[in-house]
């Protein structure tokens, strides 16, 4: 897979300041990933990462010296947007990038942790539930939520998402929920520092799509 077990985020500093160039080419792997999924149903939510992901990109490249950090995108756009802020520009695109990686995180952690439907073991709709409850379903109104319900029947079964990690090769599924377990270390470090930001800097918002 060329989300997880070649691209390990890095760790993150005492500071909790994240680079953004590190961050961006670490958050890079993530569409491709949808593509070894093997439904169309995922298109959507692969386009709205990618969105996001080109977004805080073009700040980024914009002035790489002064958007060094997500901490100074933030810090810089608010003053550039103001009563707009936090709803505009970079910080709306990681408002919502950080979501889909929150949920990412809960299904790995969710998948590790060996939770299973004992009614169905096969599947791991219960590990994406658990996922899109705790991440992503608040900001949700009923429209999106339904959207969210195709895409669990389009979810590959569990066998099927590990080989997908696994670069599309068979390996035992002890050996790919290891290198999950070691590829969470910093991704939710990294991912904890965001939603941290958010709630420091009073950027977080609620509102439902
Ligand atoms: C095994 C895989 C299982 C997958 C299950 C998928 C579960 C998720 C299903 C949810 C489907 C959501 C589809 C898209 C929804 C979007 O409407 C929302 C809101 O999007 C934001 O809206 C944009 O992202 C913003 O873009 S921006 O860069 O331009 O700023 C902006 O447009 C905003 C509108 O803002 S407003 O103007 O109103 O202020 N997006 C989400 O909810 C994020 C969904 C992430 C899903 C991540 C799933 C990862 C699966 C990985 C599997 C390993």
Redesign the pocket.
């Known amino acids: 897979m060329t989300?997880l077990l070649d691209n390990q985020f890095p760790p993150i500093p005492e500071s909790k300041e994240i680079n953004t160039k590190a961050f961006l080419e670490s958050v890079s792997h993530?569409p491709p990933?949808?593509d070894c999924?093997g439904s169309k149903v995922?298109a959507?939510?692969k386009a709205?990462?990618n969105?996001?992901i080109i977004?805080i990109k073009s700040v980024y490249d914009s002035d790489p010296v002064k958007y060094e950090t997500l901490q100074q995108i933030l810090l810089a756009e608010k003053s550039i947007h103001g009563s707009e802020w936090p709803?505009a520009g970079a910080t709306?695109?990681l408002m919502?990038?950080k979501?889909?990686l929150r949920?990412?995180q809960i299904?790995l952690e969710s998948l590790a942790d060996g939770e299973r439907d004992d009614d169905n073991p096969i599947l791991?709709r219960i590990n994406?539930t658990k996922a899109?409850d705790q991440a992503?379903k608040r900001?949700?109104g009923w429209i999106?939520q339904k959207?969210?319900k195709a895409?669990?029947f389009a979810?590959?079964c569990r066998s099927d998402?590990l080989k997908a990690l696994s670069k599309n090769q068979e390996v035992a599924e002890e050996d790919c929920l290891c290198k999950v377990r070691q590829f969470l270390i910093n991704f939710t470090a990294t991912v904890d520092a965001i939603y941290e930001m958010y709630y420091t800097m009073n950027a977080e918002l609620d509102?439902q799509?």
Request: hydrophobic content about 65%.
């Open positions: 989300l993530l990933f949808f999924l995922f959507p939510i709205d990462i969105r996001n977004k709803k709306l695109a919502w990038l979501r889909g949920f990412i299904l791991i994406i899109y992503l900001y949700h999106v959207v969210f895409a669990l979810a590959p998402f509102y799509v």
